[in-house]
Nanobody, 119 residues
């Protein structure tokens, strides 16, 4: 599975950004796509994922501010990020894998895309 991410950039605090990720290849092997992020000096952490059935899971830190969605016909997942905070600054990684509630198994990773939120 190949993941191609787009979007990200620089925004002021309170602003909005969006990122998207398109999957290609053996997509029949995955039932979840989403985003993780890694800030400098920190571990990679879950941001949001969405299953093929449309069930979305968010990190507590982004609930109410970020919205994940997917277009199954395009094998693409989108992350709309609103009310951004400086602590959202990180490299965002698209991922795909399997979800067996309550565990997420990320198996494939896209290239990271930087999101920088200035204060």
């Amino acid at each position: 599975v190949h993941l191609q991410a787009c979007g990200g950039g620089l925004v002021q605090a309170g602003g909005s950004l969006s990122v998207s990720c398109a999957a290609s290849g053996s997509i029949f092997s995955i039932n979840v796509m989403g985003w993780y992020r890694q800030a400098p000096g920190k571990q990679r952490e879950l941001v949001a994922i969405i299953t093929s059935g449309g069930v979305a899971i968010y990190a507590d830190s982004v609930k109410g501010r970020f919205t994940i969605s997917r277009d199954n016909a395009k094998n693409t997942v989108y992350l709309q990020m609103n009310s951004l905070k400086p602590e959202d600054t990180a490299v965002y990684y698209c991922c795909a894998g399997s979800y067996n509630k309550p565990t997420i198994y990320p198996r494939y990773w896209g290239q990271g895309t930087e999101v920088t939120v200035s204060s």
